[in-house]
T-cell receptor, first 114, second 115 residues
Framework: QKEVEQNSGPLSVPEGAIASLNCTYS??????FFWYRQYSGKSPELIMF????GDKEDGRFTAQLNKASQYVSLLIRDSQPSDSATYLC??????????????FGKGTLLTVNP | EAGVVQSPRYKIIEKKQPVAFWCNPI?????LYWYLQNLGQGPELLIR????????DSQLPKDRFSAERLKGVDSTLKIQPAELGDSAVYLC?????????????FGPGTRLTVL
């Protein structure tokens, strides 16, 4: 079982709709969760992070975390064609001291159709 | 504020040749990462530095890959000799190394093609 799993997509939504991106992780000790956006040919850029159960909102983006279900999601409201990109879920799992591991999922390709 | 700088942006070499990538992190960022990203995949960690110390190099293929971060700022990743399967994008990232958030900022990457 992969440590961080995402549906590779593509996920296609019409402009103005809500896009829902999902991510599951295998290690219950995981502590911090990140969503990155990566445009084709570009490097990943951080959208937001979350480490407490519940919702966290930032503009049109909402991250949702459910540690009991080992599930984190990203909702994009009022989707725009400029949101078309690959969305990467990343998870930090900590060991002792400065030991930690950041693992990325494969990413979900989102296409927003005008 | 300048972001993470990487060079070169593109590199084409023949197999068995050596190659080196350079990274300059964001000023003040103590933690530096080298990732490899294949097409359609997420970044995979090669090595993580805390200042000049390599604290996680468990995924670095040490028979051909090496890295250094002298003086705890710039870093160089080297492959010698390169193989066809090394063709990928090599990403450098840096962060403050905070306890929980550890937000990483990525450079533009170096696209390596091994012929």
């Amino acid at each position: 079982q992969k440590e961080v799993e995402q549906n590779s997509g593509p996920l296609s939504v019409p402009e103005g709709a809500i896009a829902s991106l999902n991510c599951t992780y295998s290690d219950r000790g995981s502590q911090s969760f990140f969503w990155y956006r990566q445009y084709s040919g570009k490097s990943p850029e951080l959208i937001m992070f979350i480490y407490s159960n519940g919702d966290k909102e930032d503009g049109r983006f909402t991250a949702q975390l459910n540690k009991a279900s080992q599930y984190v999601s990203l909702l994009i409201r009022d989707s725009q064609p400029s949101d078309s990109a690959t969305y990467l879920c990343a998870v930090i799992t900590r060991g002792g001291g400065s030991n930690y591991k950041l693992t990325f999922g494969k990413g979900t390709l989102l296409t927003v159709n005008p | 504020e300048a972001g993470v700088v990487q060079s070169p942006r593109y590199k084409i070499i023949e197999k068995k040749q050596p190659v080196a990538f350079w990274c300059n992190p964001i000023s003040g960022h103590n933690t530096l990462y080298w990732y490899l990203q294949n097409l359609g995949q997420g970044p995979e960690l090669l090595i993580r530095y805390e200042n000049e110390e390599a604290v996680d190099d468990s995924q670095l293929p040490k028979d051909r890959f090496s890295a250094e971060r002298l003086k705890g700022v710039d870093s160089t990743l080297k492959i010698q000799p390169a193989e066809l399967g090394d063709s990928a994008v090599y990403l450098c990232a840096s962060s403050l190394g905070l306890a929980n958030t550890d937000t990483q900022y990525f450079g533009p990457g170096t696209r390596l093609t091994v012929l």
